[in-house]
């Protein structure tokens, strides 16, 4: 069983930065695919960031060069650095783990970018 924690969501003004952390428990392996995922009121959850299964990394069109992913593998950690947050961005970020034909959801880390 994996469980994943998400935290560091807040309220941030436009053009502000926040980073989010994805802390993973259970049977972790490093190479399996693992990023994050937003979803805001009516729309779909949608992808912003992951480590595939192959070594690389996807990024959303919408934040590439505002937003990083990152991972600490001695912690099982996940990371994403949002920097020049738009209104746009607003949404509760998931992060996502994937192992054999399962996907792994935390609970979700709300963000709301807003003056």
């Known amino acids: 069983q994996v469980q994943l924690v998400e935290s560091g969501g807040d309220l941030v003004q436009p053009g502000g930065s926040l980073r989010l952390s994805c802390a993973a428990s259970g049977s972790i392996f490093s190479t399996n695919t693992m990023g994050w995922y937003r979803q805001s009121p009516g729309k779909e959850r949608e992808l912003v960031a992951r480590?595939?299964?192959?070594?690389?990394?996807n990024y959303a069109d919408s934040v590439k060069d505002r937003f990083t992913i990152s991972r600490d593998n001695t912690k099982n950690t996940i990371y994403l650095q949002m920097n020049s947050l738009k209104p746009e961005d607003t949404a509760v970020y998931y992060c996502?783990?994937?192992?054999?034909?399962?996907?792994?959801w935390g609970q979700g880390t709300q963000v709301t970018v807003s003056s």
């Open positions: 996502l783990y994937y192992d054999i034909g399962h996907n792994y």
């Open positions: 480590f595939t299964s192959n070594g690389r990394i």
